[in-house]
């Protein structure tokens, strides 16, 4: 099963800063790269995804910046807000597989008023 | 209104006790899939169905099994539960990379 490896596990940050996500793949020609938002008691919705083929996708405060030569793609939530405390995932779609979605870790966001 | 819905939100159950939790979309897609949410808050594929009479294992293996005889339902059943089977279980559905997601079930077994 191709991983993906996100990092931190949990992060803090005061409102208005920037969080910063992290994650990175493995050796596979991937066709989306998309975020998850996670609120307590709720299942994890679609935030933002990019294609393979663009370096940045911004929306609002949400910027995903992709990296296809490291392998690595960030999540950055900017002017960060209370509202935003969640638990987010990256993750890998490959339309061919069948089970197409594979997730990272989980980061754990308290952005603090 | 197209959604997801999962029954019970919660359940509090015995070792041994079969239980069935339940999963139904209103959205007419033909994937769906049961995941696995342990406390660290990582996502185990356990089951998927690419349509009626279609399921397969997913990449964590689950004492549990699924059945997709209707479009719009996917029900996951324990036949014998035990503590080990404690956790969250999450239903999505959808192709493509947007997977909309149920609210879980949150599963406890004494």
């Known amino acids: 099963q191709q991983q993906v490896k996100q990092s931190p596990q949990s992060l803090i940050v005061q409102k208005g800063g920037i969080s910063i996500i992290n994650c990175a793949y493995e050796n596979t020609a991937f066709d989306y790269f998309p975020w998850y938002q996670q609120f307590p008691g709720k299942g994890p919705a679609l935030l933002i995804a990019i294609r393979p083929d663009v370096s940045e996708k911004k929306e609002g405060r949400f910027t995903i910046s992709f990296n296809k030569s490291a392998k690595q793609f960030s999540l950055h939530i900017m002017d960060s807000q209370p509202g935003d405390s969640a638990t987010y995932f990256c993750?890998?779609?490959?339309?061919?597989?069948?089970?197409?979605?594979?997730f990272g870790s989980g980061t754990q966001l308290t952005v603090l008023p | 209104e197209a959604d997801i819905y999962q029954t019970p939100r919660y359940l509090v159950i015995g070792t041994g006790k079969k239980i069935t939790l339940e999963c139904s979309q209103t959205?007419?897609?033909?994937?769906m899939y049961w995941y696995q949410q342990d406390p660290g808050m990582e996502l185990h594929l356990i089951h998927y169905?690419?349509?009626?009479?279609?399921?397969e294992k997913g990449d964590l293996s689950s004492e549990s099994t699924v059945s997709r005889i209707r479009t719009e339902h996917f029900p996951l059943t324990l036949e014998s539960a035990r503590p080990s089977h404690t956790s969250q279980y999450l239903c999505a559905s959808g192709g493509g990379f947007e997977q909309f997601f149920g609210p879980g079930t949150r599963l406890t077994v004494l």
């Open positions: 959205m007419g897609h033909d994937k």
């Open positions: 169905s690419y349509g009626v009479n279609s399921t």
């Open positions: 993750a890998t779609y490959l339309l061919v597989s069948a089970r197409q979605l594979t």
